[in-house]
Structure formats: structure tokens, C-alpha cells
């Protein structure tokens, strides 16, 4: 294993993280969950107050976010379009704190398995229910990142070429990374 996943059998997977990798891919994903939030009971949550509460009803003004939970329906932006905008909120409200929630626990998962390998990183074996759960928060890592960068399909191919200079190179480097994490796990738990 060279920092990518592989195949443990039965869909699960392994990956060989050294402490830079684990102690980034960490970084990465404690800043996406404090851009998600606390749910709506705060942090460590209330079971009773996340059971009645109501979600926003208005579009995130973070890209990030805003790309994490688009509207539902029509263009919002766009005043002809009320209709769309008041079914986008109602949707919006009733959805939203689910999906933080569940992108915000796959977060943490990974988190709590980073911590598990130490400082000095190790071998993280992955069962079939937990790689679903990776796979998520890395697609969620890989699209904030992207976001953040605004990566189009047409222009992705221009990453490669930036020059080393470039004050966005970190973050395309960590972008090509997690890229190459999702697609070695997807293989791996696809054998």
C-alpha cells in the first residue's frame, strides 16, 4: 500500500497513511466540519431539539455550502421565479439538518479513525459499512476543496499546469489527492 486504498476482501479496504497524510486529510476534515456547524442541539446535540427543529430556509451564503445543499427547484436568484424560491425553502427546511448531520457524522468518523492510527500514522482497515461512510466524507472533502478553488469540468485538466509558484498549488495538490483516495477506494471495495 502507497497511500492509496486497496482491496481487503468482501468490500472493505486498507489504506497505509504516514503521519503528513493522516495529520492533513485530518486537518481537512475537522475544517469541513466546523464550516457544516453544530447541529441544531449544539455541539454533542440534543436529541429532543434536533428531533422538532426546523431547518433554514434560505440558501447558505458559503459556496461551499450553497454547493453542499443547492436549492430544489428552479432559480431562486431569479424574482420571476417566487414559486421556485418558496419550494426551495420549504424543502430546504425539512431537509437540510438531516444532510448537515450525516456529512458532519461522516466527518467525524473519519476523524475518530485518524486519531485511532497515532502520530505517527499507520495501516487503517476499513469494513464494508465504513468505507460508504469514507467514501462520503472524501467526496464531500474533494467538492469543498473544488469549490474553494472553482473547478470546472472544463478547466479541471488545468490543475496540472499550474506553475510552482502558484499560491493555489497546496490546495490543488490536496484536491488531485483526495481525488485519487475516493477513486482507489471505489476500486478497491468494487473487487
Do not use: H
Not at 481487503?8 to 469541513?32: C, F, H, K, P, Y
Amino acid at each position: 500500500m502507497a497511500g492509496l486504498f486497496e482491496s481487503t476482501g468482501g468490500g472493505g479496504a486498507a489504506i497505509a497513511l504516514d503521519e503528513w497524510e493522516a495529520s492533513i486529510l485530518r486537518s481537512l476534515e475537522v475544517q469541513l466540519l466546523e464550516l457544516i456547524g453544530p447541529g441544531p442541539g449544539g455541539e454533542g446535540g440534543d436529541p429532543l431539539a434536533a428531533l422538532f427543529a426546523e431547518g433554514p430556509t434560505e440558501a447558505p451564503a458559503d459556496p461551499v455550502l450553497a454547493r453542499f445543499f443547492p436549492n430544489a427547484y428552479g432559480d431562486p436568484e431569479k424574482p420571476e421565479d417566487e414559486e421556485a424560491r418558496l419550494a426551495s425553502g420549504e424543502f430546504r427546511r425539512f431537509t437540510e439538518l438531516d444532510l448537515r448531520a450525516r456529512k458532519r457524522d461522516d466527518a467525524l468518523f473519519v476523524v475518530r479513525a485518524l486519531d485511532g492510527l497515532g502520530d505517527e500514522g499507520g495501516v487503517l482497515k476499513l469494513g464494508a459499512p465504513d468505507c460508504s461512510r469514507w467514501l462520503g466524507a472524501l467526496n464531500d472533502l474533494r467538492l469543498a476543496v473544488g469549490v474553494r478553488l472553482e473547478v470546472s469540468e472544463e478547466d479541471e485538466d488545468g490543475l496540472y499546469e499550474l506553475p510552482d509558484g502558484d499560491e493555489r498549488k497546496p490546495l490543488v495538490m490536496a484536491y488531485l489527492w483526495l481525488g485519487a483516495l475516493q477513486e482507489s477506494l471505489l476500486e478497491a471495495i468494487a473487487d
